[in-house]
């Protein structure tokens, strides 16, 4: 079946997460995305953040963010590499990068360049702080952009300092942001006929995606607080202790109106409470918090967190139990529905991995598992470029590939 982007072809020129979650999305959605790396190979294939990998295999980091790809190798050092890659240029529809500030126009490839080169072209560029600004020539990564994007101010409690999110609030964020305007600027271009640049910042995105939290800040409240898992605008809402007790056995409970209340009083076994007036509002019941809290963890405590999950659900009570990372990743739910997948990759093996989180019904999605370091050399140059599969050896020899 045709794929909602097909024919679209993408020059990958990005690494660690930001840039290369984009590429990967429209990977999913049908586009060919050339990965293009350096002939050492991206930094992330070895691993990040001192994690223990294998040294056989690429890094699961990577693995998991580069999917539906093809990679080659080029040395953008040298002159070679660098007319190779404006050939390359001339072929796409897109280029997306996301190296240091001012990193690809000194390489000679900022949009100005490649617009040169090739009119239609769209050039997304990720950075931390835009290509604009007096923070334009800072270095960032995820959690800069959750310290200036205001996430950071409001994560945590009372009495901790400001916490950092484990989601790529900032770099997949703004990957998904920065494929959000390549599909608009593909759709202006089927008008136009000319490309164009888009600027995507990792500070602008955690704002966007912060930006209800901040609703307390236009009622007179500066610095907003940090108020924990306890919701500060329904009650019961937090997470709850449940049985065995290990590190995971929680679950998130929100009671949102009177209805879900009077639900959540029966599941538990005390309607009463369901029909007291004084908890029949709100802020009636977040004036009781702690009361009600206590209920809540007396009853949860009895239970498992997926006991207490079907029975709240069945009732219609919002609720879910804490998943760790084995758990979603064997979740029957995920695995139904086709998000989480198995895929072999050819050197670590059998993988268990989330895969396109954008479901259409004409354009299905086929996981396939991130490419070897130039797995593709041959296929793409000889195609692209008219490059014998002699000169791609020779061109490897040379350390141009």
């Not at 930001?18 to 999913?28: D, F, H, M, N, V």
């Not at 060919?32 to 994690?51: D, L, Q, T, W």
């Not at 940090?226 to 500060?232: A, D, V």
């Not at 070897?372 to 141009?400: F, M």
Request: proline letters at 6%; charged letters at 20%.
């Amino acid at each position: 079946m045709a794929k909602a982007l097909d024919g679209i072809r993408v020059l990958d020129l990005t690494q660690y997460e930001a840039g290369p979650s984009c590429c990967e999305t429209l990977g999913w959605l049908g586009a060919e995305v050339i990965k293009i790396e350096p002939p050492s190979g991206e930094p992330a294939r070895r691993g990040i953040g001192g994690a223990l990998e294998r040294p056989d295999a690429d890094s699961s980091f990577f693995c998991l963010l580069n999917m539906n790809k093809k990679s080659i190798t080029l040395n953008l050092k040298s002159e070679r590499g660098r007319k190779m890659f404006a050939e390359l240029v001339k072929t796409a529809d897109v280029f997306v990068e996301n190296l240091g500030p001012g990193s690809v126009e000194r390489l000679g490839f900022g949009y100005d360049d490649v617009a040169r080169i090739n009119p239609r072209i769209i050039m997304a560029s990720i950075k931390g702080f835009g290509s604009t600004g007096p923070y334009a020539s800072y270095n960032s990564f995820e959690m800069i952009a959750q310290a200036m994007g205001g996430v950071m101010s409001l994560t945590g409690t009372a009495d901790t300092p400001p916490l950092r999110v484990e989601a790529g609030l900032g770099d997949t964020g703004s990957g998904l942001h920065a494929a959000i305007g390549i599909l608009a600027a593909l759709e202006q271009r089927h008008r136009t006929g000319v490309g164009q640049r888009i600027d995507v910042a990792q500070m602008d995105v955690v704002v966007n995606l912060t930006r209800i939290h901040f609703r307390d800040h236009y009622n007179g409240v500066n610095p907003i607080l940090r108020h924990g898992n306890r919701s500060p605008g329904a009650a019961p809402s937090n997470i709850y202790r449940c049985r065995p007790f290990g590190p995971n056995d929680w679950v998130f409970i929100h009671v949102a109106n009177l209805d879900m209340w009077k639900s959540f009083t029966r599941v538990i076994g005390q309607p009463e409470l369901g029909e007291d007036p004084g908890l029949a509002d709100r802020h009636q019941r977040l004036a009781r918090v702690q009361e009600l809290e206590a209920i809540v963890e007396g009853w949860t405590g009895k239970r498992t967190k997926h006991e207490v999950m079907e029975l709240l659900a069945a009732a219609g009570v919002p609720c879910g139990a804490v998943l760790d990372s084995g758990e979603v990743l064997t979740n029957e739910h995920l695995r139904q529905r086709g998000f989480i997948t198995d895929i072999d990759h050819p050197v670590r093996g059998r993988m268990a991995v989330p895969g396109n989180a954008i479901r259409m019904s004409a354009s299905p999605t086929e996981v396939t598992p991130a490419p070897l370091l130039g797995q593709h050399n041959v296929e793409i140059y000889t195609k692209l470029l008219g490059v014998s599969e002699t000169d791609v050896a020779e061109l490897k020899r040379d350390g141009v590939i």
